[in-house]
């Protein structure tokens, strides 16, 4: 939840045994989601509790909770800078203010900067509301390039250095990446299976069975988000590096849409990310003949 995991750990170490579990897990009836109250949350949770139909989820140590905040905090900072950008974007056509050609391959370079904060406007209101938002987009670059650096830094340590280094040896993944992996995962020994792990980020499709009928659709919406995100990401830059990846990218193109192509694809990519983590090997690219 929002307050994260103080509570679980302030009651394990006052000694009280202590569990977290994932709410959409907790059985539920239909009344009990028309009728929501906090008595009957607390009776629904004891008494599921009591039965054994509980799964703990798997808590993070405190370290990686807060190394994870700073990888989270650049994902952030570069969201707010991308709304940023278009903010001045939208400012330009409001005004109907034509960006110049020669900043259309290289938008927010110094360049397209300065000939933002020199635009003259009619009225001096205008002139500042523009230089507000081109103020703040470039305190938040350099609040992005601070948070990277630390980042760099935090990768270069002990507790990391070793796992970066095997991730990054897989095509289609970077130093940012590698972080965002092992600060999310923190330990991969703690998925049995690739099956398990691929459930957990959200690479698995979504099923319908009732009778003979037998219905499989897109990826589940449960899952890792973000994780999801950064694998395909991944995944997309990996058909172009690793051959083997692009022969089998290629040929489930032939049967299927790209888009779904390239979870298989992720999938594959997930299945080397666990294996150079759990044996500790540099991953080679193998040769296609």
């Not at 370079?109 to 509301?129: N, Y």
């Not at 009928?213 to 890792?224: C, L, Q």
């Not at 995944?235 to 790209?258: E, G």
């Amino acid at each position: 939840g929002f307050c994260g995991y103080w509570v679980h750990n302030k009651l394990t170490s006052l000694g009280i045994n202590s569990i977290v579990v994932n709410p959409a897990d907790i059985p539920t009836t239909d009344k009990e989601k028309v009728q929501k109250e906090d008595a009957r949350d607390s009776r629904k949770i004891a008494r599921s509790l009591r039965s054994g139909d509980l799964t703990a989820i798997y808590v993070p140590s405190l370290k990686t909770l807060e190394d994870r905040c700073l990888v989270r905090m650049r994902s952030t900072l570069v969201r707010d800078l991308t709304r940023n950008k278009n903010r001045v974007k939208s400012f330009l056509h409001f005004h109907g203010i034509d960006i110049p050609e020669t900043f259309t391959s290289n938008r927010w370079s110094k360049r397209f900067v300065q000939w933002l904060e020199e635009l003259e406007m009619q009225e001096q209101s205008g002139k500042q509301a523009l230089q507000s938002i081109i103020t703040s987009s470039k305190n938040l670059r350099i609040s992005v390039l601070d948070v990277t650096r630390k980042i760099q830094q935090l990768a270069k340590t002990e507790a990391y250095r070793e796992q970066v280094f095997l991730l990054e040896s897989i095509p289609g993944i970077a130093l940012l990446t590698s972080m965002m992996i092992l600060t999310e995962l923190e330990s991969i020994e703690r998925f049995a299976s690739i099956d398990t792990l691929c459930g957990f980020i959200g690479l698995v499709p979504s099923t319908d069975s009732s009778g003979d009928n037998d219905i499989v659709g897109d990826i589940t919406p449960r899952g890792h988000s973000v994780l999801r995100s950064a694998i395909i990401e991944c995944a997309w830059i990996a058909v172009r590096h690793d051959p083997a990846l692009t022969l089998s990218y290629h040929n489930y193109c032939k049967r299927m849409d790209p888009n779904k192509a390239i979870i298989r694809i992720a999938k594959k990519l997930l299945s080397r990310i666990k294996f150079v983590l759990k044996n500790k090997k540099p991953y080679v690219c193998a040769v296609v003949k």
